[in-house]
């Protein structure tokens, strides 16, 4: 069986630096925190809380501590709690979501209604809407769109969660372009998630089934997984190579793989060497 990884597997450049600014903390720094998971991936968080930095779930008082912020951001409430409760702030927020931060706050300055268009619970999006007072406005889908709540809206602005489908996005847009008159659109999806899922919509129908490899927590993923499955019913999702079932090779002459922007390259790594190893056996 032939493996075809995927160019863009992996580590975004976010999450990479993310990580390295958290190791370099925990190396220089006792008493680090972290609020949350620093990036969507189990083995990530395992390995930082091994170099000794200490999750948090929720903010009390800091102790002179360091707290990092995650590489999906915060919303300006959360950092201000933070120094209140003594932390020094250590951001790798990636500088991608920081940029969509910044258009937000100047949007709300212009007067335009922000428009965000995400996963209504992610955190990257909690921390888009937390950089403004005024309440801006969620659209998960196409079907959701809040007409009634749209019909004073005269100047909008929207901006993208930086993992979505363009392909999910661009109708929403358009729909709203036909209600309100003055809106500007910035199109916040980031690079290494457009790589990622320009290349899987074409791995699925060049490959006989299709493994996505990443946490069921992580958005991008999930996004993946989603796009993979709708070209090619064979298409699997896996967080380690444990969750290998030997079946799914069964008949496959060929293998696309492409893995999350949080997932490790040694998980990767892991699950080809299982994937060898299970079609080995099933020749013996
Ligand atoms: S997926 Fe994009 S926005 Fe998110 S951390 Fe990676 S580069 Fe940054």
């Known amino acids: 069986m032939q493996i075809h990884l995927a160019q863009s597997a992996g580590f975004c450049f976010g999450v990479r630096r ?25 083995t990530v968080i395992r390995e930082l809380e091994a170099a000794g930095i200490r999750k948090i779930k929720r903010l009390g008082p800091g102790r002179n501590g360091r707290l990092l912020i995650r590489a999906h951001g915060a919303s300006r409430r959360t950092l201000a709690l933070a120094r209140h409760h003594g932390y020094a702030l250590v951001d790798a927020t990636c500088p991608m979501v920081r ?6 706050r100047s949007m709300d300055r212009q007067g335009r209604r922000v428009i965000v268009i995400g996963d209504r619970r992610h955190d990257e999006v909690l921390g888009i809407i937390g950089q403004i007072a005024r309440r801006a406005m969620i659209i998960d889908h196409v079907e959701h769109i809040p007409w009634k709540a749209l019909r004073r809206v005269r100047k909008a602005a929207i901006v993208v969660q930086s993992t979505q489908n363009l392909d999910r996005v661009l109708p929403i847009v358009e729909r709203l372009k036909t209600r309100i008159a003055d809106v500007r659109f910035f199109n916040t999806i980031c690079k ?3 790589m990622k899922q320009e290349e899987i919509k074409i791995l699925p129908l060049q490959n006989d089934a299709i493994l996505i490899i990443g946490s069921r927590t992580s958005a991008n993923t999930k996004r993946l997984y989603e796009i993979s499955k709708a070209l090619n019913s064979r298409t699997h999702w896996i967080q380690s190579p444990e969750e ?3 079946r799914w090779f069964r008949n496959v002459h060929s293998l696309g793989i492409t893995a999350g922007a949080s997932t490790p390259e040694t998980t990767t790594r892991a699950v080809i060497a299982r994937i060898r190893a299970l079609t080995r056996q099933g020749k013996k």
Request: hydrophobic share 45%.
């Open 18 to 42: 993310a990580i390295k600014i958290a190791r370099n903390l925990a190396a220089s720094h006792q008493a680090v925190c972290m609020l949350g998971d620093l990036v969507h991936n189990e």
């Open 99 to 104: 940029e969509i931060h910044r258009i937000v």
């Open 192 to 194: 290494p998630t457009r």
């Open 244 to 246: 290998l079932d030997p």
